[in-house]
């Protein structure tokens, strides 16, 4: 991918060095930009060169001040250098979805609804491997912690990696149980990356090329609901299959990821049996298939195989 490219969309899409007063594209607009771009046969970088009219007759954009803000973003690309010069200190860079290093398996099963960018930490090579997600409660407590450790193992010894999204509790457990086992894991984070890379142990995992970071939003940005709802579809979609280890009922994030790829398909999810979680026993009820802690992950994705685990979970 052509550098000019990449840095068209980083500079209209990437959150640094934006204001409340100009705001980077959200991601159904640059998929809009990117269809209209396609379909006039122009690539981003010919943005740099676009008129006014460029923009009501290739982008279909009329309002004047919507023009200007897609011009004042583009023109802040030279400013753009010195933000990832920085960011480059702490080892972090930007992959754009025109690049074929982006998240393929997240391009592939969103669509439109993958993000114009991530920032990442690590080796992309990682992406190439294949994933478990993992998700949860953040007070996760004992038993359930001990089960975690033991499918986060079981993924381990099929060759899987493991996937999360780097919060406290269910997430964090199961990204340090497999890198001290010798595995290997991405973080999908919906804030403080920067903050993470300064912890020693992350650090060091990622120099080792056994840990991969990721985020769509900045590097510096503070928690935010809406973000970390967001980056759930992103733990699923990299996974070939998702276990929910506990998850509260009609509440919280590990909920609503749950639900929306029940309801989308994206992959195959695995939900701990816990008679005493209303969360878990709910998302059984509408098509999770429920493991114990002896599930071993062997042959997951053999539709045969899962078709007759889910029978059997019907009649259990």
């Not at 583009?74 to 979805?97: D, P, Q």
């Not at 840990?211 to 996974?239: C, E, H, W």
Request: aromatic share 10%; net charge positive.
């Amino acid at each position: 991918m052509d550098q000019d490219h990449e840095l068209a969309i980083i500079a209209l899409c990437s959150q640094i060095g934006t204001t409340n007063k100009l705001k980077p594209l959200e991601n159904k607009e640059w998929a809009t930009v990117a269809e209209n771009l396609i379909k006039h046969q122009k690539t981003p970088k010919d943005l740099f060169d676009f008129s006014k009219k460029d923009f009501t007759s290739i982008l279909n954009i009329f309002d004047g001040k919507e023009i200007e803000r897609y011009q004042m973003l583009l023109a802040r690309s030279t400013s753009l250098a010195f933000e990832l010069e920085n960011l480059n200190k702490y080892g972090i860079k930007i992959v754009t979805r025109a690049s074929e290093l982006y998240p393929k398996r997240i391009k592939k099963l969103l669509g439109q609804q993958s993000p114009p960018l991530f920032y990442y930490a690590g080796s992309l090579d990682l992406l190439n491997k294949k994933y478990i997600g993992f998700v949860g409660s953040r007070n996760v407590k004992e038993p359930d912690i001990k089960k975690l450790k033991n499918l986060v193992n079981h993924a381990l010894t099929h060759g899987y990696g493991i996937v999360s999204g780097g919060a406290k509790g269910v997430d964090g457990i199961a990204t340090a149980e497999s890198l001290s086992n010798g595995g290997y894991a991405v973080e999908f984070l919906a804030d403080s990356m920067i903050r993470k890379i300064k912890d020693h142990n992350y650090s060091r995992y990622i120099r080792e090329k056994k840990l991969l970071l990721l985020s769509a939003v900045k590097p510096d940005a503070g928690f935010n609901t809406g973000n970390a709802m967001q980056r759930n579809k992103y733990i699923y979609t990299q996974s070939v299959a998702t276990t929910v280890i506990k998850s509260n009922y009609n509440q919280g994030g590990t909920w609503y990821g749950a639900v929306e790829n029940l309801r989308k398909g994206w992959v195959r999810e695995f939900c701990l049996k816990n008679e005493n979680c209303l969360g878990n026993n709910e998302l059984i009820r509408r098509g999770a298939i429920p493991i114990d802690d002896n599930f071993n992950f062997s042959n997951i994705e053999n539709k045969e195989n899962i078709n007759i685990l889910k029978q059997q979970s019907f009649f259990d």
